[in-house]
């Protein structure tokens, strides 16, 4: 699964696909010159209007992410420097969600910082004893 | 979108006269039955020496019947009255009403033909009389056949050529009924209470008009239905030329019985008839469709 | 009639009453659907919803107001409107139950010029109907389909859809709604969609009229309407799903 979105994200969808293919391209599901779901596709798939996929390319093509290949369809970027400024807004964007989130639960940002950086080492050791097993 | 036109008239009858054909398959088919088992009896009363079937297009009150019946299959599950599945199609609505019509219309005359055809063919094979020159006995105007006894001497014989135009009876007859019970269908949101409702009326008004014993009402009411059902222009003059009514049986002083005409039906009797029931039926269409027309 | 906005509206109409008797059905109801979207109409039963449909179709006439289908009064060009209009209706009956469903579909070709054969046979297929059967002789499931697909064969600009998915099982439920996602890709369309079950339509909604016992309670772009409920009630930031806004908006109105 491409793109998944969530309902009660309060984003727009265009905006939730918009950062799902950022994701994607990212984590290197998507690399330079693959092409993107075709809009008709992908609005089965999501089981929403394709005017939004389109609206969603059409945003990613203004910002350079993707491009259109006439007959063709929509095709990621090739590689600039472009793609680096996407891990930070992405990170940005995961970033935002999570404050938010812990917000919610009366947490401070940095008691979320502190427990992300145990969280995360405590994932590190037990993969590697994983691993080692 | 103005692209998008409705369907013609044409194409919308085409496909009415498809649909509804294929709605009335089953009744069709029972009649063809029907018609099978009277075949078969009457071939063999013809073998029996029982005589031969007789082809009077005139008598026969089953296309009337037919056409009375029709309409009640055609509507039934597209009345007018509420947003059924035909009233969404793009076709607007008081056309729509006509060309279904129109296509029942189209069977009932097929089937009508159909009918007479196979009567004919039935009395070629049995050798019966087609409408030929026939001897009929008459009544002199002045009697009034009963069960009095009739003198011999006062009938009267003679040739009578029943002319070719009662060959359309049988569609002319149909015609009218199909028409008047085709208003009362579509202008009625609930038909048959206004039938019934006629009938209780009727006999309600017998009733009282019996219990305060005024004599004269029956027999006045019995007039009335008279006129309207045997009288010059009444009911039978359309489904039968009034061959029907004016034909009887009496017994003569030498206790036989015979049958005699107590007048002949007249062509004109017969059309003018058709042309004011027809007409009824038709005003009655109108404003069942003025009922029902699609725009203000 | 002049309007600021830069999107044709598909449908309008402007201070819709309907009665029947002295039953409000529609109490001055102003819808805007902009051509295009997927305006997703709820309200519990007898709150106008099908009123709403019939009164496009010119099935019923307004009892006064109007109401607008592409720029064309409904009350004065009814075939006009309805061979643009591709409809469902709420009732699971056959029309026609000694018809073959096929037979039916032809029927139906023959009164929309646009009908597009390839595509019905498209649909027929992806739709699971099975053309030979006696219409009246299908499941409910079955039926709701073969309506599908003689709304959509002729691609109409308007689709109606009153529960369009009522009676499928789950499978079909998301197979129908995928395949009118695809509709709306080949062919541009406008599609009210009448339900009770918001969260299968939730992506698929780019607006949402809200009825109420004949009233328009709100009518509004399905992340405006989440953002006014969640501005509404400040304390709860528990993310919301159309369905809990919609909810909510109904039952706060009947506590006021």
Known sequence: ?133 | MSDRRPPTIAQVIREQFKATGLSLRIYLMIAAGLLLVATFLAITDFINGRGGVEFAPELSMIPAFAGALLPIAVWHRDRPFGSRFLWTLPFDRTRHTLAKMLAGWMWLMIAGATFLVWLLILALITKGNIAGDEVVKLLPSTVIPDPVTLDPSLVRTMTWIPPKALWLVPFTSATATYLLVTAITLGFKHPFRWILGTVALVYLMAAIGHGLAADAFWPRLGRITNTLMEGRYGVDAVLSARTESLHTQVVLSNAERIGVWRALPKISDWLIATLLWTSIGITGLIAALYRNREQR | MTTTNATALAVETTNLVKHYGDQVALDSVSFNVPEGSVYVLVGANGAGKSTTFKILLNLERPTSGDAKVFGLRTDANGPQARVQIGYVPEQQESPYPWMTSGRLLEYVAAYYPSWDAAYAAHLVKSLNIRTGKKSGTLSKGELRRLQLAMAMAHRPPLLLLDEPTEGLDIIARKQALSLLAEHLADSPTTVIIATHHVHEVDSLTDYVGVLKEGKLQAQMQRDELRKFVATQRPNDTRPLSLEDAIATLLSEETSR
């Open chain 1, 1 to 133: 699964m491409l793109v998944t979105l969530d309902n009660r994200d309060p984003r727009p969808l265009y905006l939730q696909i918009m950062d799902e293919i950022r994701r994607a391209i990212v984590v290197g599901k998507l690399k330079p010159e693959d092409p993107l779901p075709s809009v008709r596709d992908l609005a089965s798939e999501l089981v929403i209007n394709p005017r939004t996929v389109s609206q969603a390319y059409q945003e990613l093509e203004r910002e350079e992410v993707v491009y259109v290949k006439r007959g063709q369809g929509t095709f990621v970027s090739p590689v600039n420097k472009k793609n680096s400024r996407e891990r930070e807004n992405l990170a940005r964007s995961v970033a935002k969600r999570t404050l938010l989130e812990a917000r919610r639960s009366g947490l401070s940002a940095e008691e979320l910082i502190e427990s992300i950086r145990e969280v995360a080492a405590e994932e590190e050791k037990s993969s590697r004893e994983r691993r080692r097993a």
